[in-house]
């Protein structure tokens, strides 16, 4: 964006094939990549499935939403979508004014107790899943929250500190410090600087750690299979498997169910996702 | 005088960092330090059952498990040929598609959002994709390749010993590579528009440029990017555990998915702990290897 290409010296011509060549690689990728959402839809809507199974579209009598209203009529499914949001929006709260925090400290104060902390978060990234879940699912059921969903948030955020805590203090890296001084001096304070000069101008870079957040948090699957057990506590993540339980080969459910399960991800992603290039930009990827 | 000042002002400032580590510290000790701890304890123990102490004496039972007749070695393959062929595409998918998304053109916006759907979608989700693309009589996988003469019949992709592996690669790849194309486009508009001009009136072409200038100034980005997601392929293993788990005959059966069976279906969590302990080593050694010059 803020690249501009100059090829006033490149003929007209060339300008031109590079141009067509451009929309030829854009729509090639985006069919290729886009075709497993497509059959999904497809899949969905065809009532009569299995009568043309590679029908590349459904015919008109065959159309039908049937599926969708199955989905919504199985028990819980509201309660499931209730979850993930309540899940997701819980891990926000807690993990960005952490990471926040954690990303300032890092990104100002280079020190062998911020490094020693840095490598422990880390450490937390590498851990295998299938480690985590045996002793965690002990500790949870000895304090008595399993079934909780603060399972899930302590879960998610350990899980999504260490990017989070890395893009964000790329990010303060980035901010010049002259304003902060310059407020410290005027009688904010060290404290005051950082709330009021700092933090604001780090939102773009927040936003992108929240996008990552949701995304890790509506899609985890190994922990909400494991700490939740009563299908009335499940998410999002863990109800599609089992639709696909009980509904095996029955495929137009499945689809149906597949879609509408990822749909308020989705839309959420589409306003979001271009904080993300942004927050990432500003500072986290010049290293 | 003025140098007291500035030891307390210095003092302060590490007060402060401290304070704002704390949570952060607290919580991940929390969440790592007591499992670590208690997966430790029990690879070294006769243990059907995780405990915080035991009455056994310890042993090494279940790391020698772990080298005995080669056991490790099936697991630790499935790992290398996933994470290395699924690192390896979703890192040149991503570098392909943020080259062609940085470009100027009409409905570039639109575009960017479109590629970059796969990422935000479950991974439970995608899986119960994969299923549906490679199954044998609605997948549009299967339909496609038979058409074009590549397949002779419709093949279920899930319970083929060569198909199996590719089938989640490419699930995984599908779902992995917006991931790079984020943090690489991210990284191109880092890089200063000098660079271009400089380059243009030294008469430098396309491929000179995007050599010269491009491809070293993403090496940070990508470097982090590859370790982030190899670290995470080690690690996660849902798709593997929807779609095919580890069938079959183990070809996809990685180290991740090797510990997970072990310990909830063949109830050894002692053993699955030893496994889990190399697991950790595996990734460590990696992330050195990976970060030896580089800062964090």
């Known amino acids: ?287 | 005088m003025q140098h007291t000042q500035r030891l307390t002002r210095s003092g302060q400032k590490r007060l402060m960092a401290l304070m704002l580590m704390l949570p952060t510290a607290a919580i991940t000790l929390f969440i790592v330090g007591y499992p670590t701890y208690v997966i430790i304890q029990g690879s070294l123990h006769d243990a059907r059952i995780l405990r915080l102490s035991y009455d056994s004496p310890l042993t090494l039972e279940n790391y020698v498990r772990f080298f005995s007749n080669w056991r490790f070695l099936k697991p630790l393959i499935a790992t290398l040929i996933y994470t290395t062929n699924v690192t390896a595409f979703t890192c040149l998918i991503g570098l392909g598609s943020a080259l062609l998304l940085n470009r100027s053109f009409v409905g570039r916006a639109i575009a960017r959002g479109l590629a970059l759907l796969p990422w935000p979608i479950p991974m439970s989700i995608v899986a119960l994709m994969t299923l549906l693309v490679t199954d044998p009589s609605v997948g549009i996988l299967n339909h496609a390749l038979t058409r074009m003469g590549l397949f002779a019949r419709p093949e279920s992709w899930v319970s083929s010993p060569s198909l199996a592996m590719i089938a989640v690669s490419l699930a995984s790849i599908w779902k992995g590579y917006p991931f790079f194309t984020i943090i690489l486009l991210a990284g191109l508009q880092a890089i200063p528009i000098h660079l271009y001009e400089a380059a243009h009136i030294d008469g430098a072409d396309a491929w000179q440029r995007l050599r010269h200038i491009t491809l070293p100034s993403l090496r940070p980005v990508i470097k982090i990017g590859i370790l982030l997601q190899m670290l995470w392929l080690i690690k996660d293993f849902t798709l593997l555990l929807i779609v095919t788990n580890g069938g079959p005959g183990g070809t996809t059966e990685t180290l991740g998915l090797h510990v997970y069976r072990n310990a909830f279906e063949f109830f050894r969590m002692d053993y699955a702990a030893a496994a889990g302990v190399m697991v950790l080593l595996l990734a460590l050694i990696l992330s050195i290897l990976v970060l030896r010059n580089t800062e964090i």
């Not at chain 1, 993930?84 to 300032?104: D, K, R």
């Not at chain 1, 020693?116 to 990234?125: D, T």
């Not at chain 1, 109800?239 to 080969?249: S, V």
């Not at chain 1, 990822?262 to 993300?276: D, E, G, K, S």
Request: charged share 10%.
């Open chain 1, 1 to 287: 964006m803020r690249r501009k290409a100059h090829p006033m010296s490149v003929p007209h011509t060339s300008r031109r094939i590079s141009r067509i060549l451009t929309y030829l690689a854009v729509i090639f990728m985006l069919a290729c990549m886009l075709s497993p959402l497509f059959w999904l839809l497809r899949v969905s809507l065809d009532e009569n499935l299995f009568d043309h199974p590679a029908a590349l579209w459904p015919p008109a009598d065959s159309i039908g939403f049937s599926a969708y209203r199955t989905v919504f009529g199985e028990p819980y499914v509201i309660n499931w979508y209730l979850n993930s949001i309540y899940v997701t929006g819980l891990t926000l709260l807690v993990t960005i004014p952490i990471s926040t925090m954690a990303g300032y400290a890092l990104s100002r104060y280079r020190r062998k107790e911020t490094v020693a902390i840095s490598g422990l978060i880390l450490l937390a990234r590498m851990l295998p899943m299938s480690l985590l879940v045996i002793p965690l699912y002990v500790l949870f059921s000895k304090i008595g929250i399993l079934n909780n969903p603060i399972c899930l948030v302590l879960a998610n955020t350990t899980f999504a500190i260490p990017f989070c805590v890395w893009l964000l203090k790329g990010f303060f890296d980035a901010l010049p410090t002259e304003l902060e001084e310059a407020a410290e001096v005027d009688g904010c304070g060290l404290w005051g600087s950082f709330l009021r000069i700092t933090l604001p101008l780090a939102l773009p870079g927040i936003a992108a750690a929240a996008t990552y957040l949701s995304v890790v948090s509506w899609s985890e699957y190994i922990f909400a299979r494991t700490f939740m057990t009563h299908p009335r506590t499940w998410t999002l993540a863990v109800g599609a498997i089992a639709f696909r339980q009980q509904y095996l080969a029955n495929w137009n459910t499945i689809a149906a169910a597949s879609l509408v399960f990822m749909v308020p991800l989705l839309i959420l992603f589409a306003f979001l996702q271009r904080y993300l290039v942004q927050g990432l930009s500003a500072g986290a990827v010049k290293g």
